[in-house]
């Protein structure tokens, strides 16, 4: 059996078993809820730290660290990145799995144990200019299907830039309860905890 994480940007399906769930956690297609706690903290969790330069301003290239703890235990999971939008793939590292390899726009993680985690480099050209100064930044679909509903997740989702290089406009989703923003001179963070297929958007203008 075979499972596939996808990633566009920040993409990923995680197919995984409820761990002492209410059916009241559990998201339906087209629904999301945002949770204030977790209903099943430990569980698994993303997090990714993109950093943007002045030159990703005109080349939309961007660097991307992101990390996969506490997964469940599966023979093979394949994680894909958009092949229009990857430029770079490398494994930082990896921990309670026998191998991960990399091709082409894949990495295929094999005998992956309860519990286990991967960290991954990339190189995105993932920064969508709207105008001479703004910006768009995508992440997402961020999901943890299961059969045919979603299960709670909590995803980090952090961006740094040079001091003053950038500006926040406006982000989706908006801060809530289940979703926390920090921002700063040089950077923003989004806390999400939520259950249901979610893409975030980073507005970004030049001062």
């Known amino acids: 059996m075979k499972k596939i994480l996808s990633v566009s940007l920040l993409l990923l399906t995680l197919i995984s078993p409820a761990h002492a769930l209410e059916f009241s956690d559990i998201a339906n297609e087209g629904q999301i809820k945002f949770l204030k706690e977790r209903p099943d903290p430990g ?50 590292s990896l921990d309670m799995m026998s191998a991960a390899e990399v091709k082409d726009n894949r990495v295929t993680l094999v005998d992956v ?66 979703v926390n923003i920090y921002q700063g001179h040089d950077g923003v963070q989004l806390e999400m905890t939520f259950a249901g297929k979610l893409t975030a958007q980073i507005y970004l203008k030049k001062p």
Request: aromatic share 8%; net charge positive.
């Open 43 to 92: 569980a698994y969790n993303y997090s990714s730290r993109v950093m943007i330069t002045e030159a990703s301003l005109n080349t939309g290239v961007v660097t991307i660290a992101t990390c996969h703890y506490q997964l469940d235990p599966i023979r093979k999971v394949v994680i894909v990145f958009n092949e229009n939008r990857i430029r770079k793939i490398s494994i930082k």
């Open 113 to 178: 144990e309860r519990g286990a985690s991967i960290c991954i480099d990339i190189e995105s050209k993932a920064l969508d200019r709207l105008s001479n100064n703004q910006f768009k930044l995508n992440a997402g679909p961020l999901m943890r299907q299961y059969f045919d509903g979603y299960l709670p997740m909590t995803a980090k989702l952090r961006v740094d830039w040079p001091k003053d290089l950038m500006l926040v406009e406006k982000t989706n989703p908006v801060q809530q309860d289940g």
